[in-house]
Nanobody, 124 residues
Framework: VQLVESGGGLVQAGGSLRLSCTTSGFTFADDAIGWFRQAPGKEREVVSCISTDDGHTYYADSVKGRFTLSGVNAKKTVYLQMDKLKPEDTGVYYC??????????????????WGKGTLVTVSS
């Protein structure tokens, strides 16, 4: 099992970035795959999660309407499109996944697998 993030970088407020999480070892049939972030000096928080069995997607209130999570089964890749970025979106973004479960369960118990993270910096 492996999760590899890419797409982080420096962007001005109001700009956009797209993060990618390329996975291996997941079927995308019934997995929970999502993104967390950790800002400097703060605890890690959930950003978004998708249950691949039915496509149900969860978003944190702070990113609703600005971020879009999508998955491509053939590529075993999940994307996080981030628009209208704000300085408070700055942090390390981690891809996380749990096989054979839903986002509700994965977020309750905590994801089983984690990527190493990619840094997103939004300047004001």
């Amino acid at each position: 099992v492996q999760l590899v993030e890419s797409g982080g970088g420096l962007v001005q407020a109001g700009g956009s970035l797209r993060l990618s999480c390329t996975t291996s070892g997941f079927t995308f049939a019934d997995d929970a795959i999502g993104w967390f972030r950790q800002a400097p000096g703060k605890e890690r928080e959930v950003v978004s999660c998708i249950s691949t069995d039915d496509g149900h997607t969860y978003y944190a209130d702070s990113v609703k309407g600005r971020f879009t999570l999508s998955g491509v089964n053939a590529k075993k890749t999940v994307y996080l499109q981030m628009d209208k970025l704000k300085p408070e979106d700055t942090g390390v973004y981690y891809c996380a996944a749990t096989p054979r479960t839903t986002c509700n369960m994965a977020l309750y118990y905590g994801p089983r697998y984690w990527g190493k993270g990619t840094l997103v910096t939004v300047s004001s």
